[in-house]
Nanobody, 123 residues
Framework: QVQLVESGGGLVQTGGSLRLSCTASGRFSGTYAMGWFRQAPGKEREFVVAVGWRGGENTYYRDSVKGRFTISRDTATNTVYLQMNNLKPEDTAIYSC???????????????WGQGTQVTVSS
């Protein structure tokens, strides 16, 4: 069983920045990708970003966050970080860390979820 613990999130104004982190423990496979999905009120959950755990820094971003969000990983601590810059009100959502096989672009590929953290961007 894999456990994911998130931290970060909060309230910022438009154009501000936040950083999320997620640490994996338990039966975490070195072949798993890690990343984030988000769900805004009244909307379906959507993929945001993922990073491959082996084979180099493979990353995959949804188009709307490219150039603003950056994912990175620390293999020594099984931790991934999401730096979110130039935040917009439409980024407001609950962000959930996820782990599973690459490219982790669909919720059906996720084998473990974090507890979720609220990101709110005020206009």
């Amino acid at each position: 069983q894999v456990q994911l613990v998130e931290s970060g999130g909060g309230l910022v104004q438009t154009g501000g920045s936040l950083r999320l982190s997620c640490t994996a423990s338990g039966r975490f496979s070195g072949t798993y990708a890690m990343g984030w999905f988000r769900q805004a009120p009244g909307k379906e959950r959507e993929f945001v970003v993922a990073v491959g755990w082996r084979g180099g820094e493979n990353t995959y971003y949804r188009d709307s966050v490219k150039g603003r969000f950056t994912i990175s990983r620390d293999t020594a601590t099984n931790t991934v970080y999401l730096q979110m810059n130039n935040l917009k009100p439409e980024d407001t959502a609950i962000y959930s860390c996820a782990a599973g096989p690459w490219p982790l672009a669909r919720a059906t590929m996720v084998i473990a979820w974090g507890q979720g953290t609220q990101v709110t961007v005020s206009s």
